[in-house]
T-cell receptor, first 115, second 109 residues
Framework: ETGVTQTPRHLVMGMTNKKSLKCEQH?????MYWYKQSAKKPLELMFV???????ENNSVPSRFSPECPNSSHLFLHLHTLQPEDSALYLC??????????????FGPGTRLTVT | GQNIDQPTEMTATEGAIVQINCTYQ??????LFWYQQHAGEAPTFLSY??LDGLEEKGRFSSFLSRSKGYSYLLLKELQMKDSASYLC??????????WGAGTKLIIKP
């Protein structure tokens, strides 16, 4: 247990569905992240929130919409996804962006399959 | 562009030593991370280097050479539970982590 939980752990959805991924951290951290992990590819940073403010959006398609209602919770809203969006979606948190403060802690991920 | 290179897969024997190399190119540099990821699980932090040299932490050590853009992770007295993917990530000047694709380490008895 890393102190970061994600639900659901597995999700299968059609291209016309709308679903949301949830992440919660119990570490008192101020920064939260969404990553996409595809097989044999590097982790791709999608979004960063620092003190509930979105600080980065790495050219992510608008069919992915993040929400950070408070510093402990992070959502990723999904709609009209494509099959190439099938991947493991990882949430992470850290005390701050500066690595001297601490490293990122990851949740177990949501395995998403788009049919 | 920003880039991380590490071998795709390595095989080693239980009880032996293995070194996983990583080279990086980033815009600015705020340190080098190593994470371990077992299949189906979250990546977990192993080490952070920002100064040149070797950092030892039990059976695992990590080395950094900033002038060469090079790091390695050294695993000693390998155990079967060390079978996992090892992710190298360099932090750029914007505090963004640039990740390698990971090295899958297979330990054989």
């Amino acid at each position: 247990e890393t102190g970061v939980t994600q639900t659901p752990r597995h999700l299968v959805m059609g291209m016309t569905n709308k679903k949301s991924l949830k992440c919660e951290q119990h570490l008192g951290h101020n920064a939260m992240y969404w990553y996409k992990q595809s097989a044999k590819k590097p982790l791709e940073l999608m979004f960063v929130y620092n003190f509930k403010e979105q600080t980065e959006n790495n050219s992510v398609p608008s069919r992915f919409s993040p929400e950070c209602p408070n510093s402990s919770h992070l959502f990723l809203h999904l709609h009209t996804l494509q099959p190439e969006d099938s991947a493991l979606y990882l949430c992470a948190s850290s005390q701050g962006r500066d690595p001297q403060i601490g490293e990122q802690y990851f949740g177990p991920g949501t395995r998403l399959t788009v049919t | 562009g920003q880039n991380i290179d590490q071998p795709t897969e390595m095989t080693a024997t239980e009880g032996a030593i293995v070194q996983i190399n990583c080279t990086y190119q980033t815009s600015g540099f705020n340190g080098l991370f190593w994470y371990q990821q077992h299949a189906g699980e979250a990546p977990t932090f192993l080490s952070y280097n920002v100064l040149d040299g070797l950092e030892e932490k039990g059976r695992f050590s990590s080395f950094l050479s900033r002038s060469k853009g090079y790091s390695y992770l050294l695993l000693k007295e390998l155990q079967m539970k060390d079978s996992a993917s090892y992710l190298c990530a360099a932090m750029d000047s914007n505090y963004q982590l640039i990740w390698g694709a990971g090295t899958k380490l297979i330990i054989k008895p």
